[in-house]
């Protein structure tokens, strides 16, 4: 059975807007929008990296000093495959020494509000689990 198919068969037994919700945007992307958004931004560092491009820590130096165990090709490699799909943007300025900072596209701005969601539910479940 196919993956729409399949999916069709899950509605009928759920009956629920939720699932129906859900399975339009399934239909629309092709595929799981969770899925597809973690194509782009998914991964060890990238939510890492974002954060600090966010709070403007946007410096290829500062993010690698921030971020301890990431590796100057893992970060090099990341911000490439941010640049490639819209999200950042590097700006290389002519002066000596060179300056170069990576900025969220309007696009990338988009993601601002998952980012800071993240932020506030590590907060409240690092102290819902302290206390717990």
């Known amino acids: 059975m196919d993956r729409i198919r399949y999916l069709n068969a899950l509605r ?3 009956n629920s807007p ?22 782009i931004i998914g991964g ?3 939510p890492v990296i974002l954060n600090l491009i966010v709070h403007e820590a946007n410096r290829f130096g500062e993010i690698l000093h921030i971020v301890e165990g990431l ?9 490439r495959e941010l640049e490639a799909a819209g999200i950042v943007e590097r ?9 170069v900072e990576y900025i969220l596209t309007e696009k990338g ?4 509000p998952v980012i800071e969601a993240m932020c506030k539910w590590g907060i409240d479940s690092k102290s819902i689990t302290a206390a717990g």
């Open 71 to 79: 590796s100057k090709k893992v970060l090099t490699t990341h911000l």
């Open 91 to 99: 700006r290389e300025y002519q002066q000596k020494p060179k300056k």
């Open 44 to 46: 060890k560092w990238k």
């Open 18 to 39: 939720r699932f129906d919700h859900f399975l339009s945007m399934v239909q629309q992307a092709g595929n799981c929008p969770v899925r597809l958004t973690n194509n």
């Open 109 to 112: 701005k988009t993601f601002i």
């Open 12 to 14: 009928e037994q759920k």
